[in-house]
């Protein structure tokens, strides 16, 4: 048992350790499960334990092994999933009141496909009501507190995603990213997190925010890792008819190929935006420097129609999550005012009572957005918008193989800091163009903060569904960086 | 409603007419965004899944089949195909729709721009009073001697959608909404593929709203893209109408009328709505905008509700999907597909087997009744074509409607009336005879030749055998021999009368006619 700490062992580890019999599946999922006894009460990264289908899946390997067959690539490895995802056997909250108790009904493409690689279904993950938010503070449940500084937020909406992982309870975990909602939590959590290109993975069983913007991605401590879950999830889907035929690349096996010859971009004017942090200006600049140091092209690049990104998304997302949450009406299933006078009541009554401010701002937003006589004005606008960005991306992968900006202009901030809603959305300034334009991009850690000591995450960006590129730079970033980020509450377990 | 009524109405007034026509893709055996079957009825909530059910993180998947039938469709009604279009979402919120917005289309639709020409014969032709005359350079081309005339309904265009599901509303009267206590929702029908089809403002009667819907009809079920069934609803027909002031330019205010489930509904609920417009604006009044419902026991439209609610459907552009693409080549493929259209197969009949107009498109509508006409023509052959026609229009047809069934169901098959045809035309039974087969045959579903020989009709045509008869018929009737013989002609019925009853109907009466003509001479 104590052999197994699952803050310290990749996923891979953890695979090799079932696989060459040090330790069964069962003992990783008793692992886990004590590991969450131990610290979720502290940092609170699930909503509900899936024993069951743990115990499962790891009896399911266990069998595999005792009757000699080769094991899937991440038998035995525990995972954390997002609570927007469908699971059977499991409830699906979007850690949201108008959800409560709502029983999955099937399973979410992307958690099959993990579980059926081997991988051990320990729960599912706290997010922002219905993945609005940055924080993970929009939870109905109650917020996720970061491992690094219980004081802080995780990021969000995927903040229990991360956390799950950089506190050791899972190796893997899933999330998704509409804005930057893998990839912002897993730089403030120290994590390596993977938003893959859009279309990529399916989309079918998450519950849909912008379904134009929506991928589900993995979080893991190594970008081994995030490769060996997206090699499980991707591909394309006969139920998702926005995923992509592309055939699935054989990421794990990009990731020694070094950094030689990389086209590598600095985005120039993203990283002199006002308000980004001195030292996370200064961290991306040092990632250059360690590119080129591997004998990477190093050159830089703008991308100047990102500026209207923000925006862009600020119409578009909500436009898009307005008409997707049309369906939570309490005729079918969630919640439901017990005493409505016709349908109108039981329509009003039932929505201002089940959703969160967040998810009622976006919601208006996004029915203004759309109205008659206001749809020219801003939701074509922003699609324009979100033409020229993807034409600077487009543009700029002609001469660069990856970007590099930061993930986040800050580090983890603390619980309330940042209470008007923009400054919260100014959050995810580097990550909302990226799902505008449908690349892939992963956030990597790259140091830690010399005030707070809170992790620094860098962002890579790719063409689409190039992934293998991506994942290759990533790994040899990480490999020449050497550093392993395991956040205090990991390494002191109670 | 009088119909003079309406008469001296569109003598002040003309009608303004256009159709809102939904279809569902019957021939589609799955719904339009997921797999599950797609039919009538049922045990409510039993043929549904995730999808159609709008539950939290279900995604569409577009029905490629049903957009094919849809391009088909407007194909066959002269529409240019869109090579690039798109779904849109239309959104508001009902209880018969899972996700609260309905998965249609908006500005790119699959076609645009298509006809359908309809022609007025018989009573209808009353409806257009301005067909007289000097006809406009476009507009209604005279057809024939009685006024019946041809017209060109413009298409604007075709769209797909997904159906809704359905309320039950409990408590209330005829289980409308009015009184009910709760109601019950039963998604079956729910995501089911949906044509819509509007026309142009170009229909200006009842009797033109009628034959277009019913040219229509036949042109779906001719393609098999639908059953077309309006009492079960897979067709429904809406009408937009408004009244103006004959020369008047300008639009009057339209209502939709909603609920028409015959094409006899069809009519009566326009032509009513027309005399209620003008009577509105006789009476210096203003028509409202507003939906109506028509209920065919009383023979009226109402409104639905006194207030209508302005809709903001916030259409924006699906991001489930991905736009569609169509090359010409892939149009032009779906064309080679096309069946033969009514109206071809009518001019076709008429061509090739001299049938008249009226007969060759009571055939020629009906795509069952086509194929029906056309097995029996061919085994029995193109001379004796209009026999066969005859009979289906006459003692088949009486025998459909007496029994509610569609020709496909019928006991007398194609093939059994083709042998019964033939028996007449080599004289082995007489057409009276015929007559009584036909029933038998509809009655048992026995082939015709067999009950011939059960019963013993066979005709005798045998004049040597006749003579005898024909002379036993005069030997003992002297008195009436000697009156024909007298110049009483009229006499030569009643012995070919005694004739026939005497070979219990079975002589061939074109001999015995002879026979009797001659020994009488």
Known sequence: MSAIDLSVLTARQVRDGVASGTFSAREVADAAYARIEAVDDDVHAFLELSQDLAYEAADRVDAMRAAGDELPPLAGVPAGIKDNMNLVGTHTTCSSRMLEGYESVYDCTAVRRLIDAGALPIGKCNMDEFAFGSSTENSAFGPTRNPWDLERVPGGSSGGSAACVAAGMTSISLGSDTGGSIRQPGALTGTVALKPTYGRVSRYGVVAFGSSLDQIGPFGKSVDDVALALEAIAGADPMDATSAPEPVGRYTQALDLGAEGLRVGIVRDMLDL????????????????????????VGEVDLPATRHGLAAYYIIGPAEASSNLARFDGIRY??????????????????????????????????????????????????????????????????????LTPTTPGVAFHFGEKSDPYTMYLNDVYTIPVNLAGNCAVSVPSGLCSGSGMPIGLQIIADHFAEETLLRAAAAFEEATAFEPVPPLARIPK | MPKDRLTEVLERYEAVIGLEIHTEITASNTKMFCGCPVAFGGEPNTRVCPVCLGLPGALPVPNEAAIEWTVLAGLATECDIALWSQFHRKQYFYPDMPKDYQISQYDLPFCSGGFVDV????????????LGGA???????????????????????????EDTGKMVHVGGSEGRIAGATHSLVDFNRAGTPLMELVTEPDIRTPEEARRFAQKLRAIWLALGVSDCNMEEGSMRVDANVSVRLRGSAELGVKSEVKNMNSFKSLHDAIAY??????????????????????????????????????????????????????DPARVAELADRLPELPDARRDRYMADYGLPKRDASLLADDRETGCYFEEAVGLVGDTDARQIANWMLGDLAALLNAEGIAIGQARVTAAMLAELVGLVEDGTISGKQAKEVFAEAARTGDAPGAIVEDRGMRQVSDAGAIEAVVQGVLDAHPDEVATYRGGKTGLLGFFVGQVMREMRGQGNPAVVNEVVRRLLG
């Open chain 1, 274 to 297: 006002e308000g980004c942090a001195a030292e996370v200006r200064a961290s991306v600049d040092m990632a250059a420097e360690t590119f080129a140091a591997l004998g990477a092209e």
């Open chain 1, 334 to 403: 969630g919640h439901r005012v017990p005493d409505a006078a016709d349908v109108i009541d039981l329509y009003t009554r039932s929505r201002a009572e089940g959703f969160g401010p967040e998810s009622i701002r976006r919601i208006m937003l996004g029915t203004y957005a759309l109205s008659a006589g206001y749809y020219d004005a801003y939701y074509g606008q922003a699609q324009k918008a979100r033409t020229r960005i993807i034409e600077d991306f487009r543009a700029a992968f002609e001469r660069f193989d990856v970007l």
């Open chain 2, 119 to 130: 022609e007025v014969d018989g009573d209808g032709v009353g409806e257009r009073l301005d």
């Open chain 2, 135 to 161: 006809l406009p350079f476009v507009g209604p081309e005279a057809v024939a001697e009685d006024g019946g005339y041809r017209t060109r309904i413009g298409i604007t265009r075709i769209h797909l959608e």
């Open chain 2, 273 to 326: 709505e027309i005399v209620r417009h003008a009577e509105v604006l006789d009476s210096g009044g203003v028509v409202v905008q507003e939906t109506r419902h028509w209920d065919a026991g009383a023979k009226r439209t109402s409104g639905l509700r006194s207030k209508e609610e302005a809709h903001d459907y916030r259409y924006f552009p699906e991001p489930d999907m991905v736009p569609f693409t169509f």
